[in-house]
């Protein structure tokens, strides 16, 4: 996500990441999903299920 910024409606602007980084970056821990995008960082989805996230989940601009 280098170089990225977070536009109005949540999405990152300027990534080159697509739905299937984000899905092979995720995973569950209880009740969360976790994106894990190594020395990036994390994002936790506080009471999402993984199973329930689809690619228009997401906003890549």
């Not at 299937?20 to 209880?30: K, N, P």
């Not at 994002?43 to 906003?59: P, R």
Request: aromatic share 4%; proline share 0%.
């Amino acid at each position: 996500m280098t170089d990225s910024s977070r536009n109005s409606t949540g999405g990152i602007a300027g990534s080159s990441l697509a739905s299937a980084h984000v899905e092979a970056a995720a995973s569950q821990s209880g009740g969360n999903t976790v994106l894990d995008f190594g020395s990036l960082g994390t994002v936790t989805l506080t009471d999402v299920a993984l199973t329930k996230l689809v690619a228009h989940d997401f906003v890549f601009g």
